[in-house]
């Protein structure tokens, strides 16, 4: 008779809590802030205010007047001509890479998603330093009188939600593109097909589901966007949603019950968005080819055009990331603007004033603190909610599934009122401190580390901890021997994004900063917006970077160092 | 039916998918040491009723005991890891984190072993599988076969109560695939494991086992020994899982039997529960013929046919003959049929005769 492996239900016992932990703690961190939004929209005061009561005042305001229609249709033009933007970019890019000889294919295949790794802040100021009117570099250089680009436009802020959010898209598309047999396509060229032909009936009609999905998850995200489309409407009076309800916090006096109200109608649209997004991926899944054994990888050949498609990618990179880095730290240099090129004057006044700046050295500790303990924090909850959701081992997992991804829906902004909100409330004084920035980043970032390991733990398959458990292994055991030890790879790929995540945050840290707690995206804003000093906020936005890739550069040295 | 050394007993299973009924009324039992085979096409039940037994799917009806407990039934659910079972995966499996070492020390270390006798085990079940010298190996350094037996010998370490094998040789190559059988038979039954292989491969399941549960539907259409399978199918599924291409209605005579069209067989016809006048098929394999070319006769129960189709094996020809509008698939041993002319001579040998029921009659 064999022996049984012991102590198998402590180990049930002691993995189903930590599941069911974590559960509650990622339901209560979503649903909390949410609910204490609309509970918010409903009240005349501040939670705690002795005076505050029940009202619809701040209904009436936002839906029945009308006032917010501006704010509202610039927010929808914006968004959706940049998402159309970003669409065609990402589907253009992804289709060269993948289906064209197009040259330098293999540094493009990963260079396209630079982008994704900036913060569109940096990038942003980066580009008021190039296309200002007059003094802009771009405009500087432009051999005529007249200016030639300007940023102040409403042109302007279409183009960089589009050209920022096209790594997305092209993410999305090529991943479709890769796992697509080309043999399709074959069978369309062998037919007569011309490859514009092909693409258009072919390849286009199966990648539908892969269109859909991108432009709502691009639109989804680009309606948080706040921060950059302020700086670049500041001349034209243009304020879209987000902005609204950083205004009514700002304002004086603040009016956080109308804040939370606008950003109730972000709440819907959000929610809305996110449910078609889900019907697009589900039906995606109705899409995918049997994968059979001779895959055909054939290029279209390009031609003439060869040297044009490796250009036009290039090009896109210099005006996303590389014309403002260089715009950055040319700024930085320069102790003030002036309206002439000129490199003579250069010097460290910038470098030396940023790194005198208290609130800058706070920036670069908290942005260091808070990232890496957000980037720990929904690597570990996050891998939890993934076993949760694929292994289903507990109930409510199909609730969580729902309610853990609302956070890449609802914007970053509407989701920190709504902390504002629940933190003012709590009992226990956590505003003002650093965790209260912590907790909120983290729900804010969590929804990415989820996808990643979710897909990952998908692809592990489940008789690999089948194999564990008929040997006698429980649901802790499994975990730690088994899940965990197998995603290493994933693991660390998602800390890596949830760090980046992190330090590109915006609106959170906006929106509950208190002094002393800013972080280097903070800063940025704050001596942009305030001194209208570019010089020390291109510095602050390099430092930024330099921060960021430091730590990335670490984290990679430590992953491989015991890589098997 | 409860004897004593039966260590498993299955009865009444019944497993539902939604509204699809995956399996339904399957029983069988195990004496210990016993190493039987769930045989059957894909899409039977064979694997849905091994993960029941493994405890990967709970069970919608019946019961299933190991050594008189019962791990399932309806509201009676054993988790897997109490279960006291060890499972060889199809895919193997291997934890690709772990050394070999550790991979087959996994399921010892969790039932806290004492580390000397955790390595003289692991050893001595990696020299009994031909593994010496492959514990410090990842998984991925290690060959398909090898891979293989550490799969095996990961399970057959912790000493189950019984081993569950899901088509643990489809992913090796034919050579190996053949070799391993052998040596898996061999290896269980000098360890005296009770075991349960599932398998597509009639082929595989009469090497490997004792006893040979064929599954169809959902069910299991026939049991016994590979012998039993083989040569004395109850049905005509049965038949021609296990390889039957000719079935030729008839009646059953005093003599012999009745093909219709003039065509009568007679002799020593193994006829079962059959008896004079019943309508039955008769199931014959394709070397259960004799052809000789010419219109010469070869004695009795030989018919003039006219060969219609020839395809040569390799080792073999296939033919395809036509006797009085009735078709029969022959096969003759080398190439000379190839140059044979259109008028043969069949000869059937009634002690190749099998019978089973004409199922489109009892309709």
Redesign the interface.
């Known amino acids: ?6 102590h ?1 239900a402590i ?2 016992f002691a993995g189903k809590s930590i599941l069911i932990v974590t559960m509650v703690l990622v339901l209560v961190a979503v649903v909390g802030p949410i609910g204490m939004l609309l509970y918010a929209a409903f009240r005349t005061g501040t939670p705690g205010a002795p005076d505050a009561s029940w009202t619809l005042d701040n209904v009436h305001e936002v839906y029945g007047t009308g006032e917010i229609l501006v704010p509202l249709w610039n927010t929808v033009l914006t968004c959706g001509l940049g998402t159309l933007i970003a669409v065609v970019m990402g589907f253009l890019l992804a289709w060269l890479i993948y289906r064209t000889d197009i040259y330098g294919r293999r540094w493009l295949e990963s260079g396209l998603l630079i982008p994704i790794y900036f913060s569109p802040l940096s990038l942003a100021v980066g580009w008021v330093v190039l296309a200002s009117p007059r003094i802009g570099l771009l405009n500087l250089v432009w051999p005529f009188s007249q200016s030639v680009v300007n940023v102040y436009t409403l042109t302007a802020i279409v183009l960089f939600i589009g050209l920022y959010y096209t790594p997305y898209v092209y993410l999305v598309a090529g991943g479709a593109l890769r796992s697509l047999d080309a043999g399709y396509e074959d069978a369309s060229a062998i037919l007569g097909g011309r490859p514009l032909q092909t693409l258009r009936r072919v390849t286009l009609p199966m990648l539908r589901p892969q269109l859909v999905a991108s432009s709502l998850l691009v639109f989804i995200l680009s309606i948080s966007m706040f921060a950059e489309p302020a700086l670049f409407g500041a001349r034209i009076d243009f304020v879209n949603l987000p902005l609204a309800v950083f205004r009514a916090i700002t304002n004086v006096p603040a009016n956080f019950n109308l804040a939370a109200t606008i950003g109730t109608v972000m709440l819907f649209g959000a929610v809305v968005g996110l449910l078609l997004y889900r019907m697009a991926l589900s039906s995606s899944e109705r899409f995918v080819t049997t994968q059979s054994r001779g895959f055909s990888e054939r290029r279209t050949t390009l031609g003439r055009t060869r040297p044009f498609a490796s250009g036009f990618a290039i090009i896109y990179l210099l005006a996303v990331v590389g014309l403002p880095v260089i715009a950055l730290i040319y700024t930085s240099f320069l102790p003030y603007l002036s309206p002439r090129l000129s490199f003579s004057r250069f010097s460290l006044v910038n470098y030396v004033d940023a790194l005198n700046n208290p609130m800058v050295i706070d920036a670069i500790r908290n942005t260091l603190v808070l990232s890496v303990s957000v980037a720990t924090i929904t690597t570990i909850f996050g891998f939890l909610v993934a076993y949760i959701i694929v292994r289903r081992e507990i109930r409510g997992a199909s609730v969580l599934d729902a309610v853990s991804i609302l956070p890449i829906g609802v914007p970053a902004i509407v989701l920190s009122v709504g902390f504002l909100w629940a933190y003012l409330w709590a009992p226990i004084g956590i505003y003002g401190t650093i965790w209260a920035l912590m907790v909120a980043l983290s729900t804010v970032i969590i929804p990415n580390t989820i996808r990643n390991l979710d897909a990952a733990m998908r692809q592990l ?4 901890e ?9 649901t802790f ?1 499994r975990i730690l ?2 899940a965990l ?2 995603l ?1 790879g994933p693991l660390i790929s998602g800390w890596l994004l949830a760090f980046m995540l992190t330090t590109i945050q915006v609106s959170v840290p906006i929106i509950l900063r208190t002094p002393g707690q800013e972080m280097l995206s903070v800063a940025v804003w704050s001596l942009v917006t305030g001194s209208g000093d570019l010089g020390q906020s291109s510095v602050v936005a390099l430092l930024q970077g330099v921060v960021a890739g430091i730590v990335v550069l670490l984290a990679r040295r430590v992953g491989r160092e015991d890589r ?1 | 039916m409860s004897n004593p050394t039966t260590i498993l007993s299955v009865s009444g299973l019944k497993k539902l998918f939604g509204n699809n009924t995956a399996i339904s009324d399957v029983s069988f039992h195990l004496a210990k040491g016993e190493v039987v085979s769930l045989l059957g096409p894909s899409g039977c039940g064979k694997t849905t009723t091994l993960r029941c037994i493994a405890g990967f799917y709970s069970v919608d009806g019946g019961e299933i005991k190991v050594s008189g407990r019962t791990i399932a039934s309806t509201g009676v659910f054993v988790p897997p890891e109490d279960r006291r079972l060890a499972m060889v995966f199809q895919n193997y499996v291997l934890w690709p984190h772990m050394r070999t070492f550790d991979n087959i020390a996994y399921g010892l270390r969790l039932r806290r072993m004492p580390k000397r006798e955790i390595e003289e085990r692991v050893n001595e079940i990696m020299r009994a599988l031909g593994l010496s010298g492959l514990a410090q190996r990842y998984p991925h350094a290690l060959s398909g076969g090898q891979q293989q037996r550490v799969s095996v010998a990961r399970s057959l370490v912790v000493e189950p109560d019984i081993l569950l094998l899901d088509e643990p040789f489809s992913n090796l190559d034919a050579k190996l695939r053949v070799d391993m059988r052998q040596e898996m038979r061999s290896l269980l039954k000098r360890l005296g494991t009770t075991a349960i292989y599932v398998t597509h491969d009639q082929e595989e399941a009469m090497v490997l086992s004792d006893r040979i549960f064929l599954m169809s539907g959902g069910k299991i259409v026939q049991e016994g020994r590979p012998i039993q399978l083989y040569e004395r199918p109850a049905t005509r599924f049965t038949a021609e899982f296990f390889g039957v291409s000719n079935f030729l209605p008839a009646t059953v005579t005093e003599e012999g039997l009745d093909l219709g069209s003039g065509l009568r067989v007679r002799g020593a016809v193994e006829r079962g529960d059959f008896k004079a006048g019943d309508k039955v098929l008769v199931a014959m394999r394709e070397d259960g013929f004799e052809v000789t070319p010419g219109t010469e006769g070869c004695g009795e129960n030989a018919f003039g046919a006219t060969i219609s189709n020839r395809l040569y094996l390799g080792g073999s020809t296939q033919l395809q003959l036509e006797s009085n509008g009735v078709s029969f698939n022959a096969r003759v041993v080398g190439s000379a049929p190839l140059e044979w002319p259109d008028q043969a001579m069949l000869r059937l040998r009634p002690e190749r005769v099998m019978l089973v029921p004409d199922e489109s009659d009892a309709r």
């Open positions: 008779m064999s022996i049984a492996a012991p198998t180990d049930r398959g489940t008789d690999v089948f194999a564990a458990r008929i040997l006698g292994a429980g055991r021997h088994i030890p197998m290493r098997l």
